[in-house]
């Protein structure tokens, strides 16, 4: 009897096995929540001088051109203090119907991506250059970086306005001296318009590559100098080492960089206000800016939707960049 028992296979046991169970949450006590609440307080405390300057300089003129974009806000209503009739989508359809702005904006993003690329493209190359010159040699260029970049846009304009100018300017003189003519003399720059977008570009990249410059210069000292070593140990290229190491730290910085010239570029006012002051054809050569800065004295409606087209654009085209890096943050 014991034997057969003994020899009885074993019965399955009815018990389940144990189920994994979470970690019970932590359930702040009252101490911990009143120090949350003096944390958030203290933390609201010191944000709000911000807030409310952003909410002042910011918040209410943009809600006031939102509105007054919807209305037929004029002149006379500033001066009576009444407030415009609401007009709906009228003066919307009117920008993009009735006026030149479609021809400006066109005009204005295809000088902006020019820009764009002309700045990115030397500021990368004169960062690559910092890297490969001696001590002396880049403190120099680095100086004179510095001093372009600190410049004043009036005074930058100013400056080549004198360089193109149509009597005295060095680049007509210089271009008689090559030529052994003189064809160039009284010759104006600014009155046609695709000369006049060449002078234009000129300021506007020698001013903007300084900063692609310093910022990616800081930028490539990221980049592991081994690994660089034995890539080039590998028989790796000049450009595929940048293509392939490079630019894989860069990439970041240099989207950063895409994205601010191409709100900054799209914005331009004081080089092109102060270009058409000197003989410039303003009808030919208007962007967004000078084109909403001359409109019409008292349009508030008007302009204020040029205003929030400029807004939505400058968003769209900006968006990318903010939710690539919203999507960084929660990872």
């Known amino acids: 009897m014991t034997e057969a028992v003994l020899a009885a296979p074993p019965r399955a046991s009815s018990a389940k096995p144990p189920s994994s169970t979470k970690p019970p949450r932590h359930r702040p006590t009252a101490r911990e929540k009143s120090r949350g609440r003096r944390d958030a307080r203290g933390a609201w405390t010191l944000l709000a001088p911000s807030v409310i300057i952003l909410a002042v300089m910011v918040g209410y ?135 006049f977008f060449m002078v234009l570009t000129i300021i506007v990249v020698w001013q903007g590559v300084p900063f692609v410059a310093f910022t990616t210069f800081a930028a490539l000292g990221q980049v592991p100098g081994e690994v660089l070593e034995a890539a080039s140990l590998d028989g790796a290229t000049g450009f595929a080492r940048f293509r392939l190491i490079v630019f894989p730290y860069l990439r970041s910085v240099l989207t950063v960089i895409v994205v601010l010239q191409v709100i900054w570029n799209l914005r331009i006012f004081t080089q092109v206000y102060a270009l058409q002051s000197r003989g410039g054809l303003v009808s030919e050569t208007n962007v967004l800016g000078t084109y909403l800065f001359r409109q019409g004295p008292g349009e508030f409606g008007i302009t204020s939707a040029i205003g929030v087209v400029m807004v939505v654009l400058l968003l769209a085209m900006s968006w990318g960049y903010v939710r690539t890096t919203l999507k960084e943050e929660e990872l």
Request: avoid cysteine.
């Open 61 to 195: 003129p943009a809600v006031l051109m939102v509105v007054q974009s919807f209305s037929d806000y004029s002149i006379k209503n500033k001066v009576q203090g009444t407030l415009g009739n609401f007009v709906g989508l009228d003066n919307y359809i009117e920008v993009f119907t009735q006026s030149d702005f479609p021809i400006v904006l066109v005009r204005s993003l295809g000088l902006m991506v020019a820009m764009t690329v002309l700045i990115v493209l030397f500021g990368v190359l004169v960062a690559v250059l910092m890297t490969r010159l001696s001590r002396a040699w880049r403190i120099t260029v680095s100086v004179g970086l510095l001093l372009a970049w600190a410049m004043p846009a009036l005074a930058a304009t100013t400056v080549w306005g004198w360089i193109f100018d149509t009597q005295y300017g060095v680049v007509n003189w210089a271009l008689n001296t090559i030529t052994g003519t003189s064809d160039w003399t009284n010759h104006s720059w600014l009155l046609n318009p695709w000369s």
